[in-house]
T-cell receptor
């Protein structure tokens, strides 16, 4: 069964600190893995995308890594800002147009001043 | 429009009433998803439409929930005899069908916040 699991479920850190969010998946074969950011009261928005052949992808202070062998991905946030407070969702697309995209349940990140 | 549009943005209904939530996907997107998000919780899959294939209804929590997608475009999620536990944000997303790493990004609407009183 295709699954995406994220950890931790929630995280609180102080402004300026770094953090890493984890995503484990069982989707195979897969086409790509995306990290989405969902601000409170808004729909999720894509942050990064990685195909199975990519190991890392950066978007400003966000860096995503992918290990296709262990089926793990991480999202690292550097020098966190208050605006980083949001839910971060890991999404994996199977390599089949007949299969639906699989969403993780997300990590809720809170940045404290 | 350029994005996924959902209506209404907010809906307050009395327990026991039926409600209909609407989703207009991005033009040309053949895959459409409905998700539910309770306060402070992650996304809960409800139903998935892709092209002319039979929808994947495996996430619908009860037979009070149903959805249809007319003409491969607009979708309506219907909740009959609403209960207080149905209160949540209902999110719709669409994506472009097809293989390839750049074709499967899901674009989300802003959601419909449903409150059952």
């Amino acid at each position: 069964k295709n699954q995406v699991e994220q950890s931790p479920q929630s995280l609180i850190i102080l402004e300026g600190k770094n953090c890493t969010l984890q995503c484990n998946y069982t989707v195979s074969p897969f086409s790509n893995l995306r990290w989405y950011k969902q601000d409170t009261g808004r729909g999720p928005v894509s942050l990064t995308i990685m195909t199975f052949s990519e190991n890392t992808k950066s978007n400003g202070r966000y860096t995503a890594t992918l290990d296709a062998d262990t089926k793990q991905s991480s999202l690292h946030i550097t020098a966190s800002q208050l605006s980083d407070s949001a839910s971060y969702i890991c999404v994996v697309s199977p390599y089949s147009s007949a299969s639906k995209i699989i969403f993780g349940s997300g990590t809720r990140l809170s940045i404290r001043p | 429009g350029a994005g996924v549009s959902q209506s209404p943005s907010n809906k307050v209904t009395e327990k026991g009433k039926d409600v209909e939530l609407r989703c207009d996907p991005i033009s040309g997107h053949t895959a459409l998803y409905w998700y539910r998000q309770s306060l402070g919780q992650g996304l809960e899959f409800l139903i998935y439409f892709q092209g002319n294939s039979a929808p994947d209804k495996s996430g619908l929590p009860s037979d009070r929930f149903s959805a249809e997608r007319t003409g491969g475009s607009v979708s309506t999620l219907t909740i009959q005899r609403t209960q207080q536990e149905d209160s949540a944000v209902y999110l719709c997303a669409s994506s472009l069908e097809g293989r390839g790493p750049m074709n499967t990004e899901a674009f989300f609407g802003q959601g419909t916040r449903l409150t059952v009183v």
